[in-house]
């Protein structure tokens, strides 16, 4: 997914959450359940292939999902909760 595309999802989000802050608790709860998922489809794809193609390697996809990225990516979605919508339409962050 290129970065044009996740920053509208994120763009998106906030907004949502900008106008109904009660959606907050769901998007969290959801983001969480897609955590484990995301994992075994990791752990099912490596496990296709003896040698993996190209060099990929399954830690670096594992981190990934722990990475900071989605925290901060969240954290930029809940700051959204508590900010005016004139405020939150001029950030660029």
């Known amino acids: 997914?290129?970065?044009?595309?996740?920053?509208?999802?994120?763009?998106?989000?906030?907004?949502?959450?900008?106008?109904?802050?009660?959606?907050?608790?769901?998007?969290?709860?959801?983001?969480?359940?897609?955590?484990?998922?995301?994992?075994?489809?990791?752990n099912e794809l490596f496990a296709a292939y003896p040698a993996m193609p190209f060099g990929l390697k399954q830690d670096t996809f594992i981190d990934f999902c722990d990475e900071p990225v989605p925290t901060i990516r969240m954290n930029r979605i809940e700051k959204a909760r508590d900010t005016r919508i004139v405020d939150f339409a001029d950030q660029t962050d």
Do not use: C
């Not at 997914?1 to 907004?15: A, C, D, E, P, Q």
């Not at 109904?20 to 983001?31: D, H, I, K, N, S």
């Open 1 to 42: 997914m290129n970065r044009g595309i996740r920053l509208r999802h994120i763009y998106l989000l906030s907004r949502l959450v900008n106008a109904q802050p009660a959606l907050w608790q769901t998007l969290e709860r959801q983001m969480e359940q897609l955590l484990a998922p995301a994992l075994e489809i990791i």
